[in-house]
């Protein structure tokens, strides 16, 4: 599913430093994997060349069966769609309702009314919002707000999902309520890419955990194997 060998990312080619330095990771399709480290260690740089936003100063990177070193600019919008992004701040559109936000994602895609009218309260059920359709977004919670974020991710039905950070803002329950959803979106199929700080929420879920630090894949464990701190200290 996503397949990154030796990949490096240089911004400053008069430095001999490297954002990312030589990854090689391999994440297999309907994994859990949540990708820690401290700031500025790279993670924000591997997650920009997965979308494509930034290329690789050198290595390799498949995702989906897409070579990106053979992806034309007029593509990666179609590569897009196979990868929704959610983030710290939710970046919602304050003055439409709950049901519109998520509706904008498939009108940009030329999705008819009838399809968005019988496509967006299932993916609402599975965030679950049922019942939230017709609030604006300053009327939720701050975890309400991000389940709307994942909703607007998730409903075109993408092969992957990028949540990067997202219960950053949220008190601890509503961080849960929103790492619940994730899971239930990768039971669902979807792969899951997720980093965080949260030093409870890594060791709670168990799951698959890459470390980066100063721009290296320092480790990558299993989900029963990581027990340590200080790959998640800001």
Known sequence: MILLDRVSKQYDKKTNKAALERINLHVEAKEFVVIVGPSGAGKSTLLKLLTREEKPTSGKIIVGGI???????????YLRRKIGVVFQDFKLLETRTVFENVAFALEIVGMSGKE????????LDIVGLRGKENNLPPELSGGERQRVAI????????????????????????A????????KINQYGTTVLLTTHN????????????????????????????????????
Do not use: F, M
């Open 151 to 174: 909703a607007r991710a998730i409903v075109r039905q993408p092969k992957i999902l990028i949540a990067d950070e997202p219960t950053g803002n949220l008190d601890p329950k509503h």
């Open 176 to 183: 849960w309520d929103v790492i619940r959803v994730l899971e």
């Open 67 to 77: 070579d990106y070193e053979k992806l034309r600019d007029k593509d990666v919008p």
């Open 199 to 234: 030093t409870e929420i890594v060791n709670k879920l168990k799951r698959r955990v890459v470390t980066i630090q100063g721009g290296k894949l320092s480790s990558d464990k299993a989900r029963s194997d990581y027990h340590g701190k200080q790959a998640v200290v800001r």
């Open 116 to 123: 968005i009218r019988h496509t967006v309260p299932k993916v």
